[in-house]
């Protein structure tokens, strides 16, 4: 680990000395990735120095208490030895996380889908919940949305609604959203007073670039029609709505948030690539599953993944058995305690099995 860790730093400080040389700093996208690898390295290095420094208190109190023949100091030292051992087996464990490869998915943004399942009009009202849970997390890590498409629920919120989310580690951090979300409690289209158990999926797919799936145009239809949103006196009136049919696999696409049908057809295009990227990604990431019991990492949509009971004020992650009983502070955007837990969780099973991804 130590040769890892020294051969990272190694590397810090050449991209340290790369990033301020007048080539990269002309070079917008060359300076842009050197940037990200600094930033990257940085958190390791940091965590390295602190390393270091600890085993060098070791063995200075090591030291103290082999050779120091005064016995209070030599309490001392004991002490302090006390002390630092288990810091010093705590920043192994963080540095062994750090070194473990990562996902090369997890600096990826985002097609963000959520779907009313079954409950009918209650299922549409809570996607629309779901959806501010995640707009509201979105606005804390500082993330920015974009609306894809959308169809609204008769009675409020939303059968379906589709976001692009930009940031750092997007994917990384949502990618344990995917599945279905369930939720008991008593639908404001419910007279009598009865709890009803509805539901929403949440798909999180990783945004796929050029090199990652290449599309052959010749397979994609493409359709437009009248934009039925919001969008002002444009709506209705011009055909900026596109329709991306992907002929060999029979996905379908739609885009009608922008007024420019070229911006439409963009976006459909980056959630059509991000799909047909999702479809190999699954069979990886089935195959990882198999070999867990939580199933942690696997996004498998079909699976129940969390509960919200508002009776109780209680939210449920069933794959690490998480119950927490502040569900306001859960619906206005606080996940990332689940988040982090699935996140450990899932770093202890790869840590177990060895497994890399």
Not at 239 to 250: F, K
Not at 285 to 301: L, P
Request: hydrophobic share 35%.
């Amino acid at each position: 680990m130590l040769d890892q860790l020294e051969a990272i730093r190694e590397r810090f400080n050449e991209v340290a000395q790369q990033i301020v040389q007048p080539e990269a700093v002309s070079d917008q996208k060359r300076f842009m990735k050197l940037s990200k690898e600094y930033k990257d390295l940085e958190k390791i290095v940091v965590q390295y120095q602190a390393y270091l420094q600890l085993l060098e208190e070791i063995d200075n109190a090591k030291k103290i208490i082999a050779t120091e023949k005064d016995e209070d100091f030599r309490e001392m030292a004991k002490g302090e030895l006390d002390e630092l051992l288990p810091r010093r087996d705590t920043l192994e464990e963080i540095l062994k996380e750090m070194l473990m490869p990562k996902d090369p998915n997890d600096s990826k943004n985002v097609i963000l889908e959520i779907r009313g399942g079954t409950g009918g009009d209650e299922a549409a009202i809570f996607a629309g919940d779901i959806f501010r849970m995640y707009q509201r997390f979105c606005e804390k890590m500082g993330w920015k949305m974009s609306l894809v498409d959308f169809t609204e629920g008769t009675s409020g919120g939303y059968k379906e609604i589709i976001t692009e989310v930009e940031g750092e580690d997007v994917y990384g951090k949502l990618k344990f959203e995917s599945g279905v979300h369930r939720v008991q409690r008593v639908p404001a289209t419910e007279t009598q007073g009865r709890i009803h158990t509805s539901a929403a999926s949440v798909a999180v797919l990783p945004e796929a670039e050029e090199v990652d799936v290449e599309l052959n145009m010749n397979d994609i239809r493409k359709d437009t029609f009248c934009s039925s949103g919001a969008g002002g006196q444009s709506v209705n009136t011009t055909y900026s709505a596109v329709r991306l049919t992907h002929i060999p696999s029979g996905i379908v696409v739609q885009c009608q948030d922008e007024r420019s049908q070229l911006k439409n057809f963009d976006k459909a295009l980056t959630v059509l690539r991000s799909r047909i990227y999702e479809i190999e990604l699954q069979k990886h990431n089935d195959a990882i599953a198999s070999q867990r019991k939580t199933m942690v990492g696997s996004g498998d949509r079909s699976d129940k993944i969390r509960t919200y009971n508002y009776p109780q004020s209680r939210v449920t992650d069933h794959r690490i058995g998480l119950t927490v009983y502040n569900l306001p502070a859960v619906m206005d955007g606080g996940i990332g305690e689940f988040i982090e837990q699935l996140r450990i969780a899932e770093n202890a099973e790869r840590l177990k099995e060895g497994a890399t991804v």
